[in-house]
């Protein structure tokens, strides 16, 4: 009977807390009526941010998977010295305001940058065009795929990889035959989340690529340009990202293998802030 | 439900954020202030509390009910548009402006005149329609007959801020701001005038809010802005007075 007040007091603090975070998502929906939502959503506006947002966000996914795999699977499976260093160096960007992310990419690849001159006399430009979108989406989701991909890989079992390689299958398959099937749950629910956290991206964006209708302006972009000047198209659009944030989670949620795998990689990632 | 209830008010009272303040600070106002008057508001009062950005970003909080005392914008579109609704008293204009063209110091697209930004590849930045330092922008190609330059637009940018400092990173070849914005980054950019012929009259205006938590202070402030000091002030920044 002693505890009862104790657990009064949690259930209170889990009741705050959902009702923190759920009420603002739900005021979004109750603030518009669904049919004027899919209006919006159709306006030129909404359809560019769309297109814009869904082709930089692929491209940089696609490089993000390519390159991001083999570079988790490497950092997972080998101990070498300056591992650790290098899985520290990875999640900086993480937790690194995207205001500095904007500026640091300028500081890089800006035309007055560190590589300026390199990739003017190439003929290069980069800032305020897509590319300049692709580079911030990758800049910052990039490091949750190969942070988490460690994680999946590293939940392997060795055994079976050591098992692959004396049956006489060579490092590459076994790569590909064993380690990525069997990390291939953990994998699939890094790259859902390293997708939504890149069609999130904005404070790089807005610096580097700059915001041009059609070109680089992305949803999340759209949504504080038309802040002031229509409310509801930006009402819509952030509807919208979160309908597609809770399809995300429910892929992370129901792909089978993540369950026994959350407690490993949920563990550093989950107060990494993904605004 | 209760709980619900509560929740609900400590997020209304909480909701605005950042220049809320406290209901302490009595004689302090809170001023949401147009980007471009970001270095001379301080000037005229430091004590009060300063919310700057785009002149529309701020009209919108107040529209949400943000508890601002006093709202000073770079045009008098917002602040009318508030009168109307009932939102703040009657604005009254308290400074002008006028637009420049700037470039970065080391101009690397060669631009001299309006008619430079038509050349092949010129990075231009304006404010966004809807933004008036962008509407202005637009009337003064308009007046012009150069609405053609447009083409080059890389970026649009929600306040003058942005616009500034894309140019004095040197990443723009060129952007168009209030000749008010040039002084602070003058190491770094270059500024063109612009014919007078063309020039939209930018009028700023000043307003208490109507349900301001700190009525006498926001009062106190305006009359200080439209003061001797202020006026020394405004104009030492730059800045035409009415």
């Given at each position: 009977?002693?505890?009862?007040?104790?657990?009064v007091?949690l259930a209170v603090?889990?009741?705050?807390?959902l009702?923190?975070l759920?009420?603002?998502?739900l005021?979004?929906?109750l603030r518009?009526?669904?049919?004027?939502?899919?209006?919006?959503l159709?306006?030129?506006?909404a359809?560019?941010a769309?297109v814009?947002?869904?082709?930089t966000?692929?491209?940089?996914?696609?490089?993000?998977?390519?390159?991001?795999?083999?570079?988790?699977?490497?950092?997972a499976?080998?101990?070498?010295r300056g591992?650790?260093l290098m899985l520290?160096?990875v999640?900086l960007?993480?937790?690194?305001?995207p205001?500095?992310a904007g500026?640091?990419?300028?500081?890089?690849?800006?035309r007055a940058?560190l590589?300026?001159?390199?990739l003017?006399a190439?003929g290069?430009s980069i800032p305020?065009t897509q590319t300049?979108?692709v580079?911030?989406?990758?800049?910052?989701s990039?490091p949750f795929?190969?942070?988490?991909?460690v994680s999946a890989f590293?939940?392997v079992d060795p055994?079976?990889?050591?098992a692959s390689?004396?049956?006489g299958a060579?490092?590459?398959?076994?790569?590909?035959?064993?380690?990525?099937?069997?990390a291939?749950?953990?994998l699939?629910?890094?790259s859902a989340?390293?997708?939504?956290r890149?069609?999130?991206e904005f404070?790089?964006t807005i610096?580097f690529?700059?915001?041009l209708?059609g070109?680089t302006?992305?949803?999340?972009l759209?949504?504080?340009?038309?802040?002031?000047l229509?409310?509801?198209?930006?009402?819509?659009l952030?509807?919208f990202?979160v309908?597609v944030?809770?399809?995300v989670l429910?892929?992370?949620?129901l792909?089978?293998?993540?369950?026994?795998?959350t407690?490993i990689?949920l563990?550093?990632?989950a107060?990494?802030?993904?605004? | 439900?209760?709980?619900?209830?509560?929740?609900?008010?400590?997020?209304a009272?909480a909701?605005?954020?950042?220049?809320?303040?406290?209901g302490d600070s009595?004689d302090?106002?809170t001023?949401?202030?147009?980007?471009?008057?970001?270095d001379?508001?301080p000037?005229?009062?430091?004590d009060?509390t300063?919310?700057?950005a785009?002149?529309d970003?701020?009209?919108?909080?107040i529209?949400?009910g943000?508890p601002?005392d006093v709202?000073?914008?770079?045009?008098p579109?917002?602040p009318?548009?508030l009168?109307g609704?009932?939102?703040v008293?009657?604005?009254?204009?308290f400074a002008?402006n006028k637009?420049?063209?700037?470039?970065?110091?080391?101009?690397?697209?060669g631009?001299?005149s309006?008619?430079?930004l038509?050349?092949r590849?010129?990075k231009l930045?304006?404010?966004?329609a809807?933004?008036?330092?962008?509407?202005y922008?637009r009337?003064?190609l308009d007046?012009?007959g150069?609405?053609d330059?447009?083409?080059q637009?890389?970026?649009?940018?929600?306040?003058?801020?942005?616009?500034v400092g894309?140019?004095a990173l040197?990443?723009?070849?060129?952007?168009f701001?209030y000749v008010?914005d040039?002084?602070p980054v003058a190491?770094k950019?270059?500024a063109?005038q612009l014919?007078?012929s063309a020039?939209?009259?930018i009028?700023?205006?000043?307003?208490?809010?109507?349900?301001?938590?700190?009525?006498d202070?926001?009062?106190?402030?305006?009359?200080e802005v439209?003061?001797?000091?202020g006026r020394?002030?405004?104009s030492?920044?730059?800045?035409?007075?009415?």
């Amino acid at each position: 009977m002693r505890r009862r007040p104790f657990d009064v007091l949690l259930a209170v603090s889990v009741g705050l807390v959902l009702a923190f975070l759920l009420l603002p998502l739900l005021a979004l929906f109750l603030r518009i009526a669904p049919r004027d939502l899919l209006s919006q959503l159709t306006s030129e506006v909404a359809v560019d941010a769309l297109v814009v947002s869904l082709k930089t966000s692929l491209i940089a996914h696609a490089a993000v998977l390519l390159v991001g795999t083999p570079a988790a699977y490497l950092l997972a499976t080998r101990r070498f010295r300056g591992r650790s260093l290098m899985l520290t160096l990875v999640e900086l960007p993480l937790v690194l305001p995207p205001a500095v992310a904007g500026i640091a990419l300028f500081a890089a690849f800006g035309r007055a940058g560190l590589l300026g001159d390199t990739l003017d006399a190439a003929g290069i430009s980069i800032p305020f065009t897509q590319t300049a979108v692709v580079f911030a989406v990758v800049f910052v989701s990039s490091p949750f795929y190969v942070r988490l991909g460690v994680s999946a890989f590293e939940a392997v079992d060795p055994r079976l990889l050591e098992a692959s390689r004396t049956l006489g299958a060579g490092p590459s398959r076994t790569f590909f035959r064993v380690a990525l099937p069997l990390a291939g749950g953990g994998l699939s629910a890094a790259s859902a989340l390293a997708f939504a956290r890149g069609l999130g991206e904005f404070g790089a964006t807005i610096m580097f690529a700059g915001s041009l209708q059609g070109v680089t302006q992305t949803l999340p972009l759209a949504i504080y340009a038309q802040l002031d000047l229509d409310f509801d198209v930006a009402l819509a659009l952030g509807a919208f990202l979160v309908v597609v944030s809770v399809a995300v989670l429910l892929t992370v949620k129901l792909l089978p293998s993540w369950t026994r795998f959350t407690s490993i990689s949920l563990g550093p990632s989950a107060r990494f802030d993904s605004s | 439900m209760r709980k619900l209830a509560l929740a609900l008010a400590v997020l209304a009272g909480a909701g605005c954020g950042g220049p809320a303040g406290g209901g302490d600070s009595d004689d302090h106002p809170t001023v949401f202030g147009a980007s471009s008057l970001t270095d001379v508001l301080p000037k005229i009062d430091p004590d009060a509390t300063y919310n700057f950005a785009g002149s529309d970003d701020l009209a919108a909080q107040i529209q949400q009910g943000a508890p601002a005392d006093v709202f000073a914008a770079a045009s008098p579109k917002y602040p009318d548009e508030l009168y109307g609704d009932g939102k703040v008293d009657k604005p009254v204009v308290f400074a002008t402006n006028k637009l420049v063209l700037i470039v970065p110091k080391a101009n690397p697209a060669g631009i001299h005149s309006v008619n430079d930004l038509r050349g092949r590849d010129v990075k231009l930045v304006v404010g966004a329609a809807g933004v008036p330092v962008g509407d202005y922008t637009r009337t003064l190609l308009d007046d012009m007959g150069a609405t053609d330059v447009l083409d080059q637009v890389v970026s649009e940018e929600d306040d003058v801020k942005g616009v500034v400092g894309k140019v004095a990173l040197g990443e723009a070849d060129a952007g168009f701001v209030y000749v008010t914005d040039v002084e602070p980054v003058a190491e770094k950019v270059t500024a063109i005038q612009l014919p007078t012929s063309a020039q939209a009259q930018i009028r700023y205006e000043i307003a208490v809010v109507e349900s301001a938590p700190h009525h006498d202070a926001a009062h106190a402030f305006v009359e200080e802005v439209l003061g001797a000091d202020g006026r020394s002030a405004l104009s030492a920044a730059g800045f035409g007075l009415p």
